[in-house]
């Protein structure tokens, strides 16, 4: 994973990047001892920012499928244009359906026809059973007969409300607003529930959904120090993130993370987390790639020019001077992903040490030097984080 830092230093004139600059005195022909530039470590507050490879969605992305059997008649939309909800994307030949629907309509009128007979029979045999002139027999079969026939009515209507409801499935409409996606199946193509590839699909990207995952040891420093009694109210209170397109360039529009898994990944370990970015104006897609940038405060952090830090079998060193103006070689640790010009150092050093800052591949271990305190001039920032290397 690249990672990449900026930082933000507050306070007056701090001395911990320096933009003075002093020549390295070469050594007299008297033995004198030779100058060097050194600065005095101090702490100050930094801010420093992380990235993370992320994948796009929209906050609800909707397959489109029939509901119905039937020949695309008409598309009325076309791929990738913004549609409203309840907005007709397809309409499917309705001749059968139709169809359908005339002989659900006859048979309503048949089974109507039947409860009105039936009905007139029990009106006529109920006063023959009260006079004895036929048999209560004769009644319980006229009830029934009628019973029969309002079920046979009930059917008939549950028929015609499910032909109907299948002629307006012939009419498919967007169910949210959002943008079109591709369309597999284009005018005459005989189509239905079973189809393997929908329709098409909508995504609603009105808002966004960046996607992306940090180890264990980095979610645990994001979260720990912050307020809250559970995950979800600690992360409400990180900072807004930044999203950098795929062109490299920063998002206009800050986001903010929303959620993360409630489990770790066995395998590798990681957090998956969601951050979620306003899209009014439609410049994110679903499915573009980008970086999630997040920012991490420090309180006391100790910043040193690169140049005054040298490399040896992949550790960093500084030459840090002795009470008796010697130097010694110091080994330091320093966060992965450096600065452009800077290390952040998180060992090895401490506030009050003095080091050389320039002119260190002339130094030995134990060499005496005559230290020159950097004066205290405007610090030079690395500027902005799009402006830093990765690492």
């Known amino acids: 994973m690249k990672t990449m830092f900026n930082y933000k230093i507050g306070g007056f004139a701090t001395a911990l990047i320096l933009t003075a600059s002093c020549s390295v005195k070469q050594q007299d022909t008297d033995g004198q001892v030779k100058e060097y530039l050194v600065m005095e470590i101090k702490e100050d507050s930094a801010t420093l920012y992380k990235e993370y490879p992320t994948s796009l969605q929209g906050i609800q992305t909707v397959e489109i499928r029939p509901k119905v059997a039937g020949y695309i008649e008409e598309i009325r939309v076309d791929e990738g244009a913004h549609v409203k909800k309840g907005q007709t994307l397809f309409v499917l030949d309705s001749k059968d359906i139709t169809a359908t629907v005339r002989s659900a309509e006859a048979q309503v009128k048949i089974a109507e026809a039947a409860v009105s007979t039936a009905k007139i029979n029990l009106d006529k045999t109920r006063p023959l059973v009260e006079k004895n002139i036929i048999s209560r027999f004769d009644l319980e079969s006229a009830e029934a007969t009628l019973q029969s026939a309002e079920a046979q009515l009930a059917q008939a209507k549950a028929n015609l409300a499910n032909a109907l409801a299948n002629l307006q499935y012939t009419i498919i409409s967007s169910p949210t607003e959002g943008i079109i996606g591709n369309f597999p199946y284009r005018v005459g193509s005989l189509v239905s529930s079973a189809i393997t590839l929908p329709l098409t699909s909508i995504s609603n990207t009105g808002s966004m959904y960046a996607y992306f995952s940090m180890n264990e040891k980095e979610f645990l420093s994001l979260t720990k120090n912050l307020e809250g009694k559970n995950i979800q109210e600690?992360?409400?209170?990180?900072?807004?993130?930044?999203?950098?397109?795929a062109d490299n360039t920063p998002y206009e529009h800050p986001g903010k993370i929303e959620t993360a898994s409630g489990l770790v990944d066995q395998q590798t370990g990681s957090v998956n987390i969601r951050a979620i970015f306003p899209n009014a104006d439609?410049?994110?897609?679903?499915?573009?790639?980008?970086?999630?940038?997040?920012?991490?405060?420090?309180?006391?952090?100790?910043?040193?020019?690169?140049?005054?830090?040298?490399?040896?079998?992949?550790?960093?060193?500084?030459?840090?001077?002795?009470?008796?103006?010697?130097?010694?070689?110091?080994?330091?640790?320093?966060?992965?992903?450096?600065?452009?010009?800077?290390?952040?150092?998180?060992?090895?050093?401490?506030?009050?040490?003095?080091?050389?800052?320039?002119?260190?591949?002339?130094?030995?271990?134990?060499?005496?030097?005559?230290?020159?305190l950097a004066g205290t001039g405007n610090p030079t920032p690395n500027g902005s984080p799009e402006n830093q290397v990765k690492n």
């Open 234 to 245: 600690k992360l409400i209170r990180v900072p807004a993130v930044t999203l950098i397109l």
């Open 282 to 372: 439609g410049l994110l897609q679903s499915g573009s790639s980008g970086k999630v940038r997040l920012p991490q405060h420090i309180s006391n952090a100790i910043l040193i020019p690169q140049k005054a830090a040298y490399e040896l079998q992949g550790k960093q060193f500084v030459y840090l001077m002795g009470d008796d103006n010697k130097v010694k070689n110091t080994e330091i640790e320093v966060l992965t992903g450096n600065l452009k010009d800077s290390y952040v150092v998180t060992g090895g050093l401490k506030a009050g040490d003095r080091i050389v800052i320039e002119g260190i591949a002339t130094l030995q271990n134990d060499m005496p030097v005559q230290p020159k």
